[in-house]
């Protein structure tokens, strides 16, 4: 049996509106053998004690090489959204794609994968948004089918399931 870990991440605004909602469908509705970490900022979710599966990290204390990067590139534009003058010059297909420039804004999830990767000790790890929202059962059994044995990276999109 394949072991698994899913993450996720959120600040206090993505608490209040969507992943407290995310936490609690997740606890209600999939399979205890599939454990949750939760890299949480500047926030403190509620994870019904039963849930033993959840673990609740504190993203400040937890991801140290992210608030590095933060502190070093947290003021300069072209990090927060602004790109560089000459951009639409040098990148003419793309110049206006505004999330190319948003690094600070993206960090947290890719700081808190690689975290979970070396943390989990699973055979596989595995993001979700936390803004999903878990409506039905999701088995074991369902986790298994989309993570293949003959892959080291897949992805499951909307509509996937």
């Known amino acids: 049996m394949k072991t698994i870990t899913a993450l996720t991440t959120f600040h206090p605004e993505g608490m209040q509106v969507y992943g407290q909602r995310f936490i609690d469908s997740w606890s209600q509705n999939v399979s205890s053998k599939v454990k949750l970490l939760v890299y949480a900022e500047d926030c403190k979710p509620t994870v019904d004690p039963m849930a033993e599966n959840i673990t609740v990290l504190d993203a400040k204390e937890s991801l140290p090489k992210l608030n590095a990067f933060k502190e070093r590139w947290g003021n300069d534009p072209k ?7 000459d951009i639409k010059r040098r990148r003419p297909r793309d110049w206006h794609k505004e999330f190319k420039w948003h690094a600070i804004r993206f960090s947290n999830k890719v700081y ?26 999701f088995p074991y059994e369902a986790w298994d089918k989309f993570l293949p044995n003959d892959k080291w990276l897949t992805y499951v999109g909307r509509g996937k399931g």
């Open 79 to 85: 990090a927060n959204g602004i790109p560089p003058d």
């Open 112 to 137: 808190a994968v690689f975290d979970a990767c070396e943390r989990a000790g699973t055979d596989w790890v595995v993001w979700v948004d936390a803004d999903t929202y878990v409506h039905s059962p």
